[in-house]
Nanobody
Framework: QVQLVESGGGSVQAGGSLRISCAAS????????MGWFRQAPGKEREGVAA????????AYADPVKGRFTISRDNSRNTVYLQMNSLKPEDSAMYYC?????????????????WGQGTQVTVSS
């Protein structure tokens, strides 16, 4: 049984930073793609970033390029999202997801497993 547990969310002022984490258990970690998605109230869930946990290749959505960094620690089965220069529009529930490393990273249907989410709130 795959389990993904997010942590590290919270409240921060605009311009600040947060790092959120996703701890994974129960599957062959190194062959998977791990992604971060977010959903703000009244909006659709959207892709934020993804990483190939075997090779380290990364991808980002345009709104977060240059501000967010996704990384992984395979020894801890954990993926991180470092968020800098946060803006109020980054406020959302952030979800971690895991799936096969194939196809378009932002296709949500490709991800088989999802965490419960961690809330990020950025005040102006």
């Amino acid at each position: 049984q795959v389990q993904l547990v997010e942590s590290g969310g919270g409240s921060v002022q605009a311009g600040g930073s947060l790092r959120i984490s996703c701890a994974a258990s129960g599957y062959y970690y190194s062959t998977r793609r791990m992604g971060w998605f977010r959903q703000a109230p009244g909006k659709e869930r959207e892709g934020v970033a993804a990483i190939n946990t075997a090779y380290g290749g990364t991808a980002y959505a345009d709104p977060v390029k240059g501000r967010f960094t996704i990384s992984r620690d395979n020894s801890r089965n954990t993926v991180y999202l470092q968020m800098n220069s946060l803006k109020p529009e980054d406020s959302a529930m952030y979800y971690c997801a895991a799936g096969p490393a194939e196809g378009t990273w932002s296709d949500q249907w490709r991800y088989n497993y999802w965490g419960q989410g961690t809330q990020v709130t950025v005040s102006s």
